[in-house]
């Protein structure tokens, strides 16, 4: 594809499956990440197709195996991976063999004491409950949002954060049981029971994911975070694409 390649140094395959959501076969590859000036350094969880390039699944609408029906990766895209490199160089590594396999309870060790990231592109919510509890309890903090919590077990509450676009989501996935990450065009929309993101420009940079903690689900006692909308898909954020992808949801 005249793609670059960036080389992956190291990562580990942790698990392999069918995808809850199609049955086709996905991966979850660990990588250790040092220079994202917003989530620290770390470990992140990318969720790939085993059997397609991202690129090609994206194309092909293929992608829905580890990210469901989430409406940025619908119509004018407004996912925050926009930068393809990264998970096209990881799908070709993998194929190579370039990531050993490992055990999750192997993983935790490796991890101890560490920031985590679930899902640098993917769904968690994809990969079995048991796996991401055997990868987070020795990790120092952990991040990971699930566009999936409408159809997949509630106990993954106490792990991710429920992504939603709208109060009316928010108000839903919190009478479920899940602290929220909610995505606005404005700080003015935050509401009394969200608290804005410390790692975002408008919460001042204060922190960074991997300083932060408070998006780690039910574990922890807070308040939903909110965040203005960011990334290099900011600009497709608007009230009006949001109704016309969902033909139901208003951001207000």
Same mark, same amino acid.
């Given at each position: 594809?005249?793609?670059?390649?960036?080389?992956?140094l190291?990562?580990y395959?942790?698990?392999?499956?069918?995808?809850?959501?199609?049955?086709?076969?996905?991966?979850?590859?660990?990588?250790?990440?040092?220079?994202?000036?917003k989530?620290?350094?770390?470990?992140?969880?990318?969720i790939?197709?085993? @059997?397609? @390039?991202?690129?090609?699944?994206?194309a092909?609408?293929? @992608?829905k195996?580890?990210?469901?029906?989430?409406?940025?990766?619908?119509?004018?895209?407004?996912?925050?991976?926009?930068?393809?490199k990264?998970?096209?160089?990881?799908y070709?590594?993998?194929?190579?063999?370039?990531?050993?396999?490992?055990?999750? =309870?192997?993983? =935790?060790?490796l991890?101890?004491? =560490?920031?985590?990231? #679930?899902?640098?592109?993917?769904?968690?919510?994809?990969?079995?409950l048991?796996?991401?509890?055997?990868?987070?309890?020795?990790?120092?903090?952990w &991040?990971?949002y699930?566009?999936?919590?409408?159809?997949? *077990?509630?106990y993954?509450?106490?792990?991710?954060?429920? *992504?939603?676009? *709208?109060?009316? $989501?928010?108000?839903?996935?919190?009478?479920m049981?899940?602290?929220?990450?909610?995505?606005?065009?404005?700080? @003015?929309?935050?509401?009394?029971d $969200?608290?804005?993101?410390? =790692?975002? $420009?408008a919460?001042?940079?204060?922190?960074?994911?991997?300083?932060?903690?408070?998006?780690a689900?039910?574990?922890?006692?807070?308040?939903?975070?909110?965040?203005?909308?960011?990334?290099?898909?900011?600009?497709?954020? &608007?009230? $009006?694409?949001?109704?016309?992808?969902?033909?139901?949801?208003? #951001?207000?």
């Amino acid at each position: 594809m005249g793609i670059k390649v960036r080389t992956y140094l190291t990562g580990y395959e942790v698990w392999r499956g069918p995808s809850p959501i199609d049955g086709q076969p996905i991966v979850a590859i660990l990588v250790k990440t040092r220079k994202n000036p917003k989530t620290g350094p770390g470990w992140t969880l990318y969720i790939l197709r085993r @059997d397609i @390039d991202p690129i090609r699944a994206i194309a092909e609408g293929k @992608d829905k195996s580890i990210c469901g029906s989430c409406i940025h990766r619908l119509g004018d895209r407004t996912c925050y991976v926009q930068f393809w490199k990264a998970p096209h160089g990881m799908y070709q590594k993998f194929k190579r063999g370039g990531y050993p396999r490992r055990t999750s =309870a192997w993983i =935790a060790l490796l991890i101890i004491d =560490a920031y985590v990231r #679930l899902g640098g592109y993917g769904d968690p919510g994809a990969l079995p409950l048991p796996l991401l509890k055997e990868i987070v309890p020795l990790s120092r903090t952990w &991040t990971g949002y699930t566009h999936l919590w409408k159809m997949i *077990s509630r106990y993954y509450r106490e792990l991710l954060m429920a *992504s939603v676009e *709208s109060a009316k $989501e928010k108000t839903r996935a919190n009478a479920m049981g899940y602290r929220t990450f909610r995505v606005g065009n404005h700080v @003015d929309e935050m509401l009394p029971d $969200e608290c804005l993101c410390p =790692a975002s $420009e408008a919460g001042g940079f204060k922190a960074t994911c991997s300083t932060c903690g408070l998006c780690a689900g039910t574990s922890i006692t807070a308040r939903n975070v909110f965040i203005p909308v960011h990334g290099s898909a900011s600009g497709k954020f &608007t009230k $009006e694409i949001f109704a016309e992808k969902t033909g139901r949801i208003s #951001l207000v």
